[in-house]
């Protein structure tokens, strides 16, 4: 579902970073049956995933350069397609960051600018923390902008089978 409402707006690919049990993960979305649906997919494996989510970031920003972005973590689920659509296309016609918001709690996917992934990539791991890059600003060329949406999936945060269970009701 994620593949199909960003692919359309992607200007390269999808590039999904993982770290621990990338194999498994890689081999289990590349085999005969799940490959049609990921072909588009470039997976990026992070080495250093045990010093946590801004060194996947870090990765990733590596591998795809300088480009926008879209940041969508693993753990955020179930976003509506049309607001990915919303995120994305405020980003490209603003050249700004976009952080979504719902009733005005930040939330996910954020849409990340060229000069904001530089700034990621010259910040060391242990200091990184991407609401902190985005809080303070870049430069006056990578401001960040706060968009309401209608949508409180935003903020769905899963990491445990009951949280995940709660968002199947």
Known sequence: ???R??????????YVVVGCHADRIVNEHTSTRAHERTKEIIWVVNKNWESGRFSSIQCGVKKIGDAPILLLPIDVVDVPVDIIQQIIN???????NIVPTFEGKGGH?????GETL???LE???EEGRLNEILR??????APTRRVEVASKNILNNVNTWEEWEGILK
């Open 136 to 141: 303070r600003g870049v430069t006056p060329y």
């Open 1 to 3: 579902r994620i593949r």
């Open 123 to 125: 910040t060391p791991v």
């Open 109 to 113: 996917p954020v849409f990340l600018c």
């Open 90 to 96: 405020e980003g490209l016609s603003s050249q700004s």
């Open 118 to 120: 530089k700034t990621i």
């Open 5 to 14: 409402g960003v692919l359309p707006y992607a200007r390269t690919r999808i």
